[in-house]
């Protein structure tokens, strides 16, 4: 047990439909994250939030809308997406956004994403 | 150049085998190494940090290069629960916060 929590575990959306993802953690980390895990492809960083700020946005299409109400939950809002965006969305959290030598990364266990 | 280049294997090696994975990145800058593991369909874990003077742990020893831009891996006895993907990850840069990930190397190992 990581200690983040991620739901849907899967979830399968229309182009027009509109869905979100949560990740929660209770680990007492102050940093979060979204990756995107395709096939064939490196994981890739989508947003970080440190001490619910938005501190990096990894030049991610709009149609992906962050939201940290908290250090302990992460959301990821989806509108609109094209099936392109199929893919294993990860969340992760870290005790703060810092040097990455000092700042091990806890993974959720990911939603599995299918865009018809 | 990819950042992290990884060679995606699979490589397949009985119990008990030395296996070694070699990963090589492109900023010169990247201060801060890590191996992750990641099982199948699972999430990725921290396996260790790569030190610059090279570290172990049990049967796992990471190896850094600066000159060459290369770091490894060495698994020694390996066992079935070891069947994994390992992923090389590099900070970007001299910022040393963003992480660039490899795409991983495969491991399976049989009986």
């Known amino acids: 047990e990581t200690g983040v929590t991620q739901t849907p575990r899967h979830l399968v959306m229309g182009m027009t439909n509109k869905k979100s993802l949560k990740c929660e953690q209770h680990?007492?980390?102050?940093?979060m994250y979204w990756y995107k895990q395709s096939a064939k492809k490196p994981l890739e960083l989508m947003f970080v939030y440190n001490f619910k700020e938005q501190t990096e946005n990894n030049s991610v299409p709009s149609r992906f809308s962050p939201e940290c109400p908290n250090s302990s939950h992460l959301f990821l809002h989806l509108h609109t997406l094209q099936p392109e965006d199929s893919a294993l969305y990860l969340c992760?959290?870290?005790?703060?956004?810092?040097?990455?030598?000092?700042?091990?990364?806890?993974f959720g266990p990911g939603t599995r994403l299918t865009v018809l | 150049r990819k950042e992290v280049e990884q060679d995606p294997g699979p490589f397949n090696v009985p119990e008990g085998a030395t296996v070694a994975f070699n990963c090589t990145y492109s900023?010169?800058?990247?201060?801060?190494f890590f191996w992750y593991r990641q099982d199948c369909r699972k999430e990725p874990k921290l396996l260790m940090s790569?030190?610059?003077?090279?570290n172990e742990d049990g049967r796992f020893t990471a190896q850094l290069n600066r000159a060459s831009q290369y770091i490894s891996l060495l698994i020694r006895d390996s066992k079935l629960s070891d069947s994994a993907t390992y992923l090389c990850v590099v900070n970007q840069d001299g910022n040393n916060r963003k992480l660039i990930w490899g795409l991983g190397t495969s491991l399976a190992v049989n009986p």
């Open positions: 790569v030190y610059s003077s090279g």
């Open positions: 992760a959290s870290s005790q703060r956004w810092t040097l990455a030598s000092y700042n091990e990364q806890f």
């Open positions: 900023n010169s800058a990247s201060q801060s």
């Open positions: 680990l007492g980390h102050n940093a």
